[in-house]
């Protein structure tokens, strides 16, 4: 696989899906691809996700909180 070049410094990692999650994220590749006239792939879609929960604080909050929830309950 090609590194894009829009990505400068970049880390090679690893992502387990299951087999209906990656199935799912190909569809949306395939509609996206459709929609902006590019190829888009299931390694774009998952930096763009990413990139939105971060860059959307309200979100990144929300995710934490659920993320810890499990924590708090305990010590309760």
Do not use: C, W
């Not at 070049?5 to 299951?18: A, G, H, P, Q, T």
């Not at 902006?36 to 929300?62: K, P």
Request: aromatic letters at 8%.
């Amino acid at each position: 696989m090609s590194r894009p070049s829009s990505l400068k410094n970049s880390v090679v990692i690893s992502i387990r899906f299951e087999k209906d999650e990656y199935e799912k994220i190909q569809d949306i590749a395939h509609l996206e691809s459709m929609n902006t006239g590019h190829n888009v792939t299931a390694s774009e879609l998952i930096r763009n996700a990413v990139t939105f929960v971060y860059s959307d604080n309200e979100r990144l909050r929300e995710s934490f909180r659920r993320s810890r929830e499990h924590v708090t309950k305990r010590y309760s």
